[in-house]
């Protein structure tokens, strides 16, 4: 017969690469984390049928998307999965993405225009300017829905917090929140909301909200708002773009199981 196959034998390879225009490696991947399952022929070649053809076709689909291969895993490999709910919902994502990207580029633009102005200024100048420009960047992202849940005082008794902090504390303050990212991005891995580092991870966002809200700020106003985050797609867009898909949800679990709540 040759090494050609007809459509009835199911293709090789390299002819399924051909047609798909898929590396043959990626085809072998594929099968090693059970994407795909060619049969073999006697001699150990493996032979892709016209349900692996479809099959192609849907995770080439699903990968244009842009889904994680794990989630195109759990798709394809549970026939009970809720293929159009996934993808509604990675469509939501996309759309927080493109929320937090625009947010970005506005901010990148505010700072940049905040660099023209110090130029010239001395440091302590610069320095209150930068906050001035912090400051600004929250209420244009957050501020009318801060202002409408926590009201006017506790807003403007925040500003003047932040507004009152030395160079020294502004920048343990922005150190801390960079670590905040880290130490989710392990908590994530660790993947036990009570554990070790959940418990630090939740010490440390304690503690960021403190310097935000002061020492007063009371467990069920704390639990309140780090609950708020996943009605927001803002802050969901924030943690899971710093940590990964799910680290927004993990933090919340995370604080709760650390409050005993």
Sequence with gaps: MGSACSH???????????????????LRYYEEVGLL???????????????????LAQIAAMRACGLPLATICRLIGDPEADVHGALQEHLRSLRRQGDSL???IER??????????????DTQDAFEELKKQGLEDFEQTYGREARE?????AIEEANARM????????????????????QLRLALAAGDAAGAEARELARMHERWIAVHWGEGYGKDAYLGLVRG?????RFIAYYDDAAGEG?????VRAIEAYQGA
């Design 8 to 26: 009835e034998d199911g293709k090789t390879i390299g002819q399924l690469a051909a047609l798909s225009g898929m590396s043959a490696r990626t």
């Design 37 to 55: 399952s060619p049969r073999r022929t006697p001699a150990g070649y493996r032979l892709y049928s016209r349900a692996d053809e479809r099959r």
């Design 102 to 104: 625009q947010a970005a």
């Design 108 to 121: 990148t633009a505010a700072a940049l225009e905040a660099i023209e102005r110090i130029k010239g200024m």
């Design 149 to 153: 849940r926590y009201g006017e005082e």
């Design 163 to 182: 507004m009152a902090l030395s160079k020294d504390e502004w920048d343990a303050k922005e150190l801390l929140e960079e670590s905040i990212k880290v």
């Design 229 to 233: 985050y996943l009605a927001d797609p």
């Design 247 to 251: 680290a927004t949800e993990f933090l």
